[in-house]
């Protein structure tokens, strides 16, 4: 059986992020209650790829060459996912915890994938449009 790495997006959104499930001390962890959308849900998946198969938490039986792939859940964050700092949305990409099309569409943050940079005048674009959306 092969084993695949860290799954990108595996993480939560807004402006402050914690390991999932934890929170600051005196704070109650309540990701809904936080920001507007929920926390990536947890995946299991046979053979990754166009002919995947999404498996139910159950036993399961894996053939020779066969890969399986647990995605973990993501716990929600808190604050506003368009006010994190721009820089460390970046840092999140280079670290592959996210990518750089899920942090234009969920942080409002261009990256130029030739220079690894913010593009500060689309980043300010696209979170402008986002708060006009609200």
């Not at 139910?56 to 020779?64: D, M, N």
């Not at 506003?80 to 460390?88: H, I, K, S």
Request: charged share 25%; aromatic share 6%.
């Amino acid at each position: 059986m092969n084993f695949l790495s860290v799954t990108r997006h595996a993480c939560q959104t807004g402006r402050f992020r914690r390991v999932p499930g934890s929170a600051p001390t005196g704070v109650t962890t309540c990701p809904m209650a936080w920001r507007a959308g929920a926390g990536t849900p947890s995946r299991n998946v046979l053979n990754p790829g166009p002919e995947e198969c999404e498996l139910p938490a159950s036993t399961l039986t894996v053939r020779s060459g066969d890969v399986y792939r647990h995605e973990l859940a993501g716990a929600g964050g808190w604050g506003n996912p368009f006010a994190r700092d721009p820089e460390r949305v970046l840092r999140d990409v280079m670290e592959e915890k996210i990518s750089p099309a899920y942090a234009r569409r969920e942080y409002g943050v261009a990256i130029d994938e030739r220079t690894w940079t913010v593009v500060p005048e689309e980043t300010a674009r696209l979170r402008a449009a986002a708060q006009t959306a609200r």
